[in-house]
């Protein structure tokens, strides 16, 4: 607040200076008196200063609700015909003052004219450099995104390949063929389906939670061959309407397995549900004394970024001592793109 005001202090000081030094070439203090020069400068300092900090305000204003990089026309227009309206009515409501108030006409003056001829061709070109300025931070942001996603993908992918889950996966397989074929091949299928699902999601920026919670519970069923009634996983969600971030309820699972100890004393028990417009991953804690090498926290960190390029919602994690608890903020379903 005290940068905001004094910034704008500075911009009134030298809006001041330049209104009196414009003056100068219409009014000339030596060719005609002080006072009409001091009279003519405040009036055209006042003009700038009504002119610039309003004009910016109100772009500022219709910014915030209309997008430059997903409504630009209707943003360039609107922010046009409120520059016009908010600048003729600034000019000759300080005209109507003058006039008035000091018994000083100006409407004829060049100097009321020449300011606004001035005005909307300054605000043309802010226009124009505003669209441009939030189009490449758009392209920005998208890039970083792009670039977000990727990463989980492959760290999700690596997650998989690594030797530690095929192992697991080919030692359960394993036991399962001698014990239950008809579970050993449903075993195969869902495992063909995780590392598929990875695959075809790689280039989307959000996918359906549908989509996710179904990816999810083929994801556990090879977590729960391996756990038995050690992993106990609740999910109650209602699937239809948004959509979320590609593996982030797989990332979290995963997350919840590899730093807790599961064992028939101490079973993990995690709740995946809905509340409001969130979707909530929570776990019951208990630690495991020597964590894998790969458990350094990156998983969440880009869970987090990645959300704070889809979402103006944040994602929310909380840790009670006996509880570990993450908030998704759910996304309003779009039509996923490519490269984004």
């Not at 598929?196 to 939670?209: H, P, S």
């Amino acid at each position: 607040m005290k940068k905001f005001c004094l910034e704008n202090w500075k911009t009134i000081v030298w809006l001041t200076l330049a209104g009196f030094a414009t003056t100068m070439f219409w009014v000339p203090p030596w060719e005609r008196p002080l006072v009409i020069f001091f009279r003519v400068g405040s009036f055209t300092a006042f003009l700038w200063i009504l002119l610039w900090l309003g004009n910016s305000y109100t772009s500022h204003l219709v910014s915030n609700r209309i997008s430059w990089t997903e409504q630009p026309v209707l943003r360039f227009m609107v922010g046009m015909v409120v520059m016009i309206v908010y600048t003729l009515a600034a000019v000759f409501s300080l005209v109507l003052f003058y006039d008035f108030a000091l018994n000083v006409r100006f409407m004829d003056a060049d100097l009321v004219w020449s300011p606004l001829i001035i005005t909307f061709i300054i605000s043309l070109f802010m226009h124009g450099r505003g669209f441009l300025r939030n189009w490449k931070a758009a392209e920005l942001n998208s890039a970083q995104l792009q670039k977000e996603s990727i990463k989980a993908q492959y760290d999700s992918l690596k997650n998989q390949v690594n030797p530690h889950f095929l192992f697991n996966s080919l030692n359960a397989l394993t036991n399962l063929i001698y014990e239950d074929q008809d579970k050993a091949a449903r075993f195969v299928k869902q495992l063909s389906e995780v590392y598929r699902y990875v695959l075809d999601t790689q280039n989307r920026e959000v996918v359906a939670l549908a989509d996710e919670v179904k990816f999810l519970k083929s994801y556990l069923f090879l977590q729960q061959i391996r756990f038995g009634d050690k992993l106990k996983v609740d999910i109650d969600i209602d699937p239809s309407g948004a959509d979320v971030a590609p593996l982030v309820l797989q990332m979290l699972v995963e997350n919840a397995i590899k730093h807790n100890v599961i064992s028939n004393d101490q079973p993990l028990t995690i709740r995946i549900y809905k509340e409001g417009e969130k979707i909530i991953v929570e776990n019951n804690i208990q630690k495991k004394n020597v964590l894998p090498e790969d458990s350094r926290g990156i998983g969440l960190e880009n869970i987090r970024r990645r959300y704070s390029f889809l979402s103006s919602d944040n994602v929310e994690v909380g840790n009670t001592g006996q509880r570990f608890k993450v908030s998704l903020p759910l996304i309003q379903h779009r039509t996923p793109k490519t490269e984004h």
